[in-house]
C-alpha cells in the first residue's frame, strides 16, 4: 500500500504561483510514476503532470506545459508541483497519484491505484 497526502494549496491571484506538495509513505515506490491531475467542477479529473520516481523523467499537459514543473525529493519522500503564473482557468481540486505504470500511461488517470485526497487551488482574476 502507498498512502499519499497532499498539501499546499489555497487562494492565488492570476499570474502568481503556488507549489504542492505530496508527501508518499508506505511502500517503496523507486518503480512507481507520480503523476498530479486535477479536477473543475462539473469537469472531468485531468492529467497535469508526472515524473518517474526513480528516472525523474517528467511528461506535462500542454496546457501547463512551461509554466509548471514537477519535481521529487528522495531524501523527503515528497513530489512536488510548482505551479507559476497561474491562471483562473487552472482553479482546481490537485490530486497526486501513484502506481507501477508501463511507460505511455502516465496520463490516464484510471492507471493509478492510489491517490491523495486532493488539495484545492483557486486562482482569482
Known amino acids: 500500500q502507498v498512502q499519499l497526502v497532499e498539501s499546499g494549496g489555497g487562494l492565488v491571484q492570476a499570474g502568481g504561483s503556488l507549489r504542492v506538495s505530496c508527501a508518499v509513505s508506505?511502500?517503496?515506490?523507486?518503480?512507481?510514476?507520480m503523476g498530479w491531475f486535477r479536477q473543475a467542477p462539473g469537469k472531468e479529473r485531468e492529467f497535469v503532470a508526472a515524473?518517474?520516481?526513480?528516472?525523474?523523467?517528467?511528461a506535462y499537459a500542454d496546457s501547463v506545459k512551461g509554466r509548471f514543473i514537477i519535481s521529487r525529493d528522495k531524501a523527503k519522500n515528497t513530489v512536488y508541483l510548482q505551479m507559476n503564473s497561474l491562471k483562473p482557468e487552472d482553479t482546481a481540486v490537485y490530486y497526486c497519484?501513484?502506481?507501477?505504470?508501463?511507460?505511455?500511461?502516465?496520463?490516464?488517470?484510471?492507471?493509478?491505484?492510489?491517490w491523495g485526497q486532493g488539495t484545492q487551488v483557486t486562482v482569482s482574476s
Open positions: 497519484a501513484a502506481d507501477f505504470i508501463p511507460p505511455g500511461t502516465t496520463m490516464i488517470s484510471w492507471s493509478y491505484d492510489y
Open positions: 508506505g511502500r517503496t515506490v523507486n518503480s512507481y510514476a
Open positions: 515524473i518517474r520516481w526513480g528516472a525523474g523523467t517528467t
